[in-house]
């Protein structure tokens, strides 16, 4: 429900100005794959690098964002959703702050995806597949979710009783399983550049 008793305010100082005192394009870098495919560990590898080149960047990362953003929300297909809408909105902020924005969410439904690009923005926003395959997650996982999962300890656990469907034109796409990390975060970089 949209309340028609709010305005939006508009500051002196736009997106285009944070950017350039930064430096740095921003955008928001949206890894999405199944458990354990390696989103988490990207992430903060980017980060670390970013940081290191005076890149101005944050991660926003879907367990962190569970403890305190998104605690009100479960795994229902509805909750996946809401809990996708809120980070979106999230980078959204952060991009216009000037930073790049760095994601690690299963994100498994495209729609969802495309809601998150809309809302970004189509020019800030890079869709990153991290395609390692589900038995290399599986064999992989320390908190051991798919095993429980296949027990049936798990509702909608992704892959297992709930799809994933893969983005079919991704920016990129990295397979954990086939690259190391530096080369990955190499590769991850050079979408960076402005």
């Known amino acids: 429900m949209t309340n028609t008793n709010i305005v939006r305010h508009t500051g002196h100082v736009t997106a285009e100005d944070r950017a350039s005192l930064l430096g740095q394009q921003a955008m928001t870098i949206w890894m999405t794959g199944l458990s354990a495919a390696g989103k988490s560990t990207l992430a903060f ?24 953003l998104n605690r009100d929300l479960g795994f229902s297909s509805h909750d996946r959703s809401e809990n996708i809408r809120r980070i979106s909105e999230v980078a959204k902020l952060m991009n216009d702050a000037g930073l790049i924005v760095i994601t690690a969410f299963i994100s498994p439904f495209r729609a969802d995806r495309e809601l998150a690009r809309d809302i970004i923005g189509g020019k800030s926003f890079r869709e990153i597949h991290i395609s390692t395959p589900i038995n290399v997650c599986e064999r992989r996982d320390p908190k051991h979710f798919y095993e429980r999962a296949r027990k049936g300890e798990l509702a909608d656990f992704t892959g297992v009783s709930s799809p994933y469907e893969a983005p079919e ?25 402005p």
Do not use: F, M, W
């Open 45 to 68: 590898a980017l980060e670390s690098e970013l940081i290191k080149n005076g890149r101005a960047c944050y991660v926003l990362d879907g367990d962190n964002v569970r403890h305190g």
């Open 169 to 193: 034109h991704p920016d990129l796409a990295v397979d954990t399983s086939l690259i190391c990390q530096d080369d990955a975060v190499r590769q991850l970089l050079a979408l960076t550049s």
